[in-house]
């Protein structure tokens, strides 16, 4: 094997910087050929002693002007021509010429190992609550602090990260340590200060949806749908008055608009062929996450899984969850005219509070997804996406009447609670799966699916977003 790799990769290398030298070098011994025993496919080249382990002497001066440059590009043609019987082959693709050797720009196409530094790292991603966290760890491919941190924080920073690679992107992980836009902003301050060289921030999690985008039919919104943001709106940031409230809307009190890094790549998911192949990616990363196994047991995900159509129930805007004094129960507070709801309501379910089936919306989507449901359940989990503005605020909503409001005055499709403190900081993107309606009727039940569905979108986001390449060059004497 060694002799095959020297053949018809080192030594084509060797030949081109000294063509002359290797005439005169006798061919016919294995023995004067370099040792390449520590050129594996998972092992990085450590330093230039380790790679030049066991080489002759004669070859000292060449493999040191070639290695430095090269050793990434040498081992992935080693690794891409060794198949799982550990037979080679050699296509011959192309070699550096000898003067592009003299002066040599290389770029790292893929992460292989950790990366050395913090500076090394192009992508963050938060999450506010450890149920987006859990999700989210399972689209990692690979993890760097298995065997604890390795790269620090700077000083005063308060973060706690968890780092590794999604595809192409080394990325870390950060999880708030509160919900809420203080406790993001005061979260991304600091973690600037540690990974100066982030480009780009996703904020993964879930949200409430507003369920028809603009009044549309067509543009129906479900639970486990993600939303992607195109611009974040501060609803709650404003003055109130005795009869209502106005947001501030000055163009100092309104947050940015996206980078322009950031409006490249969301403009090419406003396109057909762009949209379907995140969709499709999205839902296939989905089924890829439910089906990993965890813990002793080797169980699978299941709390991951699409809880069915029968689950997602929309209500009117103006059916409102309280008391109504079914099951034999009649509550005071509920069944006055004032119209207030007593505080067992609010923590009680719509089977407890007996709220009834013929108030619920009936929608296109949901249909057309119960007939997916009789052939294929992963046809009709696959969620769609939708790009849009997202509000954000301090409050957690719970007003069918106060959704639809502040939708149609703001044009927003989702209400979460984090966006405005990162959106300031950092050139971020909110990717977040719909949990419920934001209405009086929400529950918890669709949150580990919504979370699941906005982590295979965030991981399908970041296979189409490229990683900028970070070139270096060395002078060959």
Not at 18 to 26: E, F, I, S, V, Y
Not at 37 to 64: I, M, N, V, W
Not at 347 to 357: F, M, P, Q, V
Request: proline share 3%.
């Amino acid at each position: 094997m060694r002799e095959v790799i020297y053949e018809q990769i080192v030594r084509n290398l060797e030949k081109e910087l000294n063509p002359d030298g290797l005439k005169r070098k006798r061919r016919g011994s294995f023995s004067e050929r370099p040792n390449l025993k520590r050129l594996h496919t998972d092992e990085p080249f450590e330093s230039k002693d380790r790679q030049l382990e066991g080489l002759d002497e004669r070859y000292t001066q060449s493999a040191l002007a070639i290695l430095p440059s090269q050793r990434e590009t040498i081992a992935s043609r080693v690794t891409r021509h060794i198949g799982a019987n550990g037979v080679f082959s050699y296509d011959g693709g192309e070699r550096p010429s000898r003067n592009s050797l003299r002066s040599m720009t290389t770029t790292t196409t893929a992460v292989t190992t950790a990366p050395p530094r913090r500076e090394d790292f192009n992508v963050a991603v938060i999450c506010a609550i450890a149920t987006e966290y859990n999700a989210v760890c399972q689209i990692f491919d690979e993890f760097w602090d298995e065997e604890g941190d390795q790269y620090g924080r700077a000083e005063g920073d308060l973060n706690t990260y968890t780092t590794g690679r999604i595809g192409k992107h080394n990325v870390v992980l950060i999880l708030l340590p509160h919900m809420g836009k203080s406790n993001a902003a005061a979260a991304a301050a600091s973690f600037r200060s540690s990974y100066t060289h982030v480009e780009l921030a996703l904020l993964v999690g879930v949200c409430g949806g507003v369920p028809r985008v603009g009044g549309f039919e067509e543009d129906e919104i479900l639970l486990g749908d993600v939303v992607i943001s195109r611009a974040v709106v501060q609803y709650d940031f404003g003055r109130k008055y005795p009869e209502k409230f106005i947001r501030k809307n000055t163009f100092e009190d309104n947050l940015g608009k996206a980078t322009k890094n950031i409006q490249s790549l969301l403009k090419n998911f406003e396109t057909d062929r762009g949209i379907s192949l995140l969709q499709s990616q999205t839902a296939q990363f989905l089924i890829q996450l439910q089906n990993k196994r965890t813990g002793r047991k080797n169980r699978l995900l299941n709390k991951y899984r699409y809880p069915g159509t029968t689950k997602d129930r929309l209500f009117r805007s103006d059916y409102r969850h309280m008391h109504r004094g079914f099951y034999g129960y009649c509550c005071n507070i509920c069944d006055g005219s004032s119209g207030a709801v007593c505080e067992v309501a609010l923590n009680a379910t719509c089977e407890e509070l007996g709220c009834e089936e013929h108030y619920f919306v009936e929608r296109e989507r949901l249909q057309e997804k119960q007939e997916l449901e009789l052939n294929s359940s992963e046809e009709a989990q696959a969620p769609l996406i939708h790009l849009g503005a997202v509000a954000s605020g301090d409050t957690v909503l719970k007003s069918g009447r106060d959704r639809d409001e502040i939708a149609q005055n703001e044009g927003v499709i989702a209400f979460e609670m984090e966006a405005a403190g990162i959106w300031g900081e950092i050139p971020c993107i909110i990717v977040k799966g719909v949990c419920d309606y934001a209405d009086s009727h929400k529950n918890k039940k669709w949150q580990d699916f919504a979370a699941a569905t906005a982590a295979a979108a965030a991981k399908a986001l970041l296979h189409r977003y490229p990683k900028t390449e970070k070139s270096q060059t060395w002078a060959v004497a």
